[in-house]
């Protein structure tokens, strides 16, 4: 049983193009996150939601716009890619924005 | 602000070596601890934690302690197998606010060799 999954697990893509990157977790749990690491392996938090309602919300460029349809999920969508965008994203969840949080296996983006 | 500082990597050691990450924070208060572990290709994974000060996370033969004293968090395992070999992370995350979000530091690359 996988907790926490992402989908596609690999994209690569044209500079300018949009995309979405899917989070589901099935753990029950309320509040959501995705994290950016970049190629030094430097992780940090990008948004998060809990009870579908966004809690945090770091100085990220506009094009990145998450979505919470329901505790279960939590989605990203990238308009107008970069090459500086190539990374790889985390989704995460917890029971409550101050428990501990489990990661899903990541999805590594490649801007061309 | 929070921060998290590691030391830096990577670090390759032979089986059955004695494994130490430096870790070292700046927070408000006194956070939660967390040690996270990256093996290749694959998500994060909590590896241990500690909520106050003097507590000891535990896990798979990996110790750390919380020293309120001197800011630190260092990882700890006796004896090391090629199977630890993966990217080690120090975390904090605050006491108080809505959103007790991670501060992680830079990551230590492991590898261990047979």
């Known amino acids: 049983d996988t907790a926490v999954s992402q989908t596609p697990k690999y994209l690569v893509t044209q500079m300018g193009n949009d995309k979405s990157i899917k989070c589901e977790q099935n753990l029950g749990h309320d509040t959501m996150y995705w994290y950016k690491q970049d190629s030094k392996k430097f992780l940090k938090i990008m948004f998060s939601?809990?009870?579908?309602?966004?809690?945090i919300n770091e100085t990220v460029p506009n094009r990145f716009s998450p979505k919470s349809p329901d505790k279960a999920h939590l989605n990203l969508h990238i308009n107008s890619l970069e090459l500086g965008d190539s990374a790889v994203y985390f989704c995460?969840?917890?029971?409550?924005?101050?428990?501990?949080?489990?990661f899903g296996p990541g999805t590594r983006l490649l801007v061309l | 602000g929070n921060s998290v500082t590691q030391m830096e990597g990577p670090v390759t050691l032979s089986e059955e070596a004695f494994l130490t990450i430096n870790c070292t924070y700046t927070?408000?208060?006194?956070?939660?601890l967390f040690w996270y572990v990256q093996y290749p290709g694959e998500g994060l994974q909590l590896l241990l934690k500690?909520?106050?000060?003097?507590d000891k996370g535990s896990n798979k033969g990996f110790e750390a302690t919380y020293r309120k004293e001197t800011t630190s968090f260092h990882l700890e395992k006796g004896s090391v197998q090629v199977s630890d070999s993966a990217v080690y992370f120090c975390?904090?995350?605050?006491?108080?606010?809505?959103?007790?979000?991670?501060?992680f530091g830079s990551g230590t690359q492991l590898t261990v060799l047979p």
């Open positions: 500690a909520t106050k000060a003097d």
């Open positions: 975390a904090l995350s605050p006491l108080s606010g809505s959103a007790r979000q991670l501060t």
């Open positions: 927070a408000t208060g006194y956070p939660s």
């Open positions: 995460a969840s917890s029971q409550t924005p101050v428990e501990t949080q489990y």
């Open positions: 939601y809990n009870n579908k309602e966004l809690i």
